[in-house]
């Protein structure tokens, strides 16, 4: 067994550009410099031939479309949904995306802003399954379902995801090379009476014709029609961010357009695994939230400006600690 411990304080410092009205920070991962002790024993240490698996699966790919969503120019969607994957206990070795129209073709960023794309695992108790896929998504680990999810590091399994991209989901290789793997549907970890499920959030804007693109995909609230919260209190100081662009929201058109149609859209997804095996080693999923405070990740929050006396707008410095530590071990099989 060979054991790597990540021991971390890190203090990151954010440049922070205060010359827009707002910087919102968002959910990213970050990768941080840590020092790195490798445990080994002696026997470990010792030079010992390469043992070679030699039952590795051959590997599968299938291609998916998601539930259809329909948008205009200005419209929002940011539903979830119920989605195909691969059944049984395998090892994920890919999974690629990007939202598509009916005829397959691939949708410009410059007319769909993909905010995020996010897909997460679930175990369903059997008997409210009709009834759960019927009425859709709810609380977290209610007793219809229990969130399976990453291996941390957020409290009450606030970002959760295996999977989940943005507006860089093209470019972005999300290959894990053999004998790796993202292993899933093992029935070890699978309550009794429960079976797992899939479920994909798509949260997309569609920017053709608006007034301000760059504003709409910052969801800037002085170009949406959204003026309070959940509650029906008004939005005080808060000037853009997620609660402004939610599902069925829309930013505001420039005027004079012709107005483009409206078009039905789709998440295509393709996922490639291998059935699991000895020869498999696994893969946890980690995601970090620079916004962490303790006892909760925020997922998004707006910087704090900074001025001169003379009201003119300096470059200010954001400081986040991240206290977090974690102890990962890879068992590599004999």
Known sequence: MVQIKQEGRVTSFLRVSCMASFRLWSLATFLFMVHVHVLASSRSQQQQPEKICLNEQPLHSK???????????????????????????????????????ELGVPVPLYELYLHHWIVVNIYVNQSEKESFLREGYGER??????????????????????????????????????????????????????????????????????????????????????????????????????????????????????????????????????????????????????TETGNRCQVSMLSSLCFLENGHSCTCFCTFNLQTLMLMILEVPK
């Not at 059944?87 to 598509?100: D, L, P």
């Open 141 to 290: 680990n209610s007793p219809t379902f229990i969130m399976a999810g990453n291996d941390g590091v957020c409290p009450h399994k606030e970002l959760s995801q295996i999977f989940g991209l943005g507006s860089e989901t093209r470019r972005t290789n999300t290959s894990i090379p053999s004998p790796y793997g993202i292993v899933v549907g093992d029935p070890n970890k699978i309550p009794d009476e429960y079976e797992e499920l899939w479920l994909l959030n798509v949260h997309a804007i569609d920017t053709r014709e608006v007034l301000d693109r760059q504003g709409c995909t910052e969801c800037r609230c002085n170009l949406y029609n959204v003026t309070a919260e959940d509650n029906g209190k008004p939005l005080k100081g808060y000037v853009g961010g997620l609660r402004c662009c939610e599902d069925g929201t829309h930013c505001r058109l420039g005027e004079g357009l012709i107005k483009a149609a409206r078009r039905k859209l789709f998440l295509q997804y393709t996922v490639k695994w291998v059935e699991f095996n000895e020869c498999v080693i696994p893969v946890k999923v980690y995601i970090f939230d620079v």
């Open 63 to 101: 291609t998916f479309l998601s539930e259809a969503f329909t948008l205009g120019p200005g419209d929002v969607q940011n539903k979830v949904y119920h989605m195909e994957f691969p059944t049984g206990h395998i090892a994920v070795r890919s999974f690629f995306a990007e939202v598509v129209d």
